[in-house]
């Protein structure tokens, strides 16, 4: 582990191994390294490693082989060092539905050992950060999904962490209270230097929210790096333009032409790969005018995180094409 992770209290994982008995390896010495304060997206399809790799660096699951080291502790051998730099809100929520908010608060800050009095200013700062102060009193069987979700985020905070595991924190979520948990962890990393370690199969949350991305697939990472970089190495983007003369078609080629190869369009546009990227849409504007093209449509396509998926691992992320639950949950749902 490098000095500066290890001061900053961030991860960094060497060879990490996880092989269930008469199983294949679940992890397969996987290498990764995330700075203090940066938000990091795991992604990877059902089966591919994700929440083992989360159990392993969270101490609940012990590596087979390889290191890990968590907050500039190892995993192993100071588990109980790890577990007091972290916060963790996984899959499951293991929330009382007897409990309100309130006391859910109180209850996780005195196991984390705050005094009394900081309990009560602890316990309701977060829950109003978290859009809770409202629903406090009233037992978190009546709340909503993404009311539980924000709750248990809320806990795994309690501490002042400075590592948080968030395991696929917005599956199942409307837009709403999916948008509204990415701005609290934006603001977490962003405000207090928290290190957030995030898988997801929603590819727009990744690219959203992370700062870097890792794609692991059967137990292996197969690319990492900022979300632009991954969709630069894919391939450029595509402009698609139709004229507004169908008789202009043929010049239009021809001026497109100029800024990239040919490829695949709608049966009345024309579509070129930019050579020079994104900033050169205002030169094919330009050139268009120029010649006298009237423009009825035009349209950039950008890579994106969906076909950097799709050309790391030859198949589609589940929820990055996932539609919204029709009963999708709001938060009205009625006290208890």
Known sequence: MTTETQRSGGIEVESLVREFKNGPRAVDGIDLEVARGEIYGFLGPNGAGKSTTVLMLTTLLPPTSGSARVGGFDVVEQGPQVRASIGAALQEAALDPLLTGREHMRLQTALHGLGKAERESRGNELLERVGLAHAADRKVGGYSGGMKRRLDLALALAHRPRILFLDEPTTGLDIQSRTALWEEV?????????????????????????????????????????????KAEIGRPTVEAAPREEGDRERMTAVLGRFGQGAG??????????DGGESQLAEVVRALDAE?????????????????????????????????????????????
């Open 186 to 230: 934006a603001r977490l990393a962003a405000e207090d230097g928290v290190t957030v370690f995030l898988t997801t199969q929603y590819l727009e949350e990744a690219d959203a929210l992370a700062n870097r991305v890792g794609i692991i697939d059967h137990g292996h990472l197969v690319a990492e790096g900022t979300p632009a970089e991954l």
């Open 265 to 274: 369009s709608s049966p009345r546009g024309v579509a070129v790969r930019l």
């Open 292 to 336: 006298g093209i009237a423009i009825e449509h035009l349209q950039l396509h950008a890579p994106s995180l969906d076909d950097v998926f799709l050309a790391k691992t030859g198949r589609s992320l589940e929820g990055a094409a996932e539609e919204e639950p029709a009963d999708a949950e709001t938060e009205t749902a009625a006290p208890a």
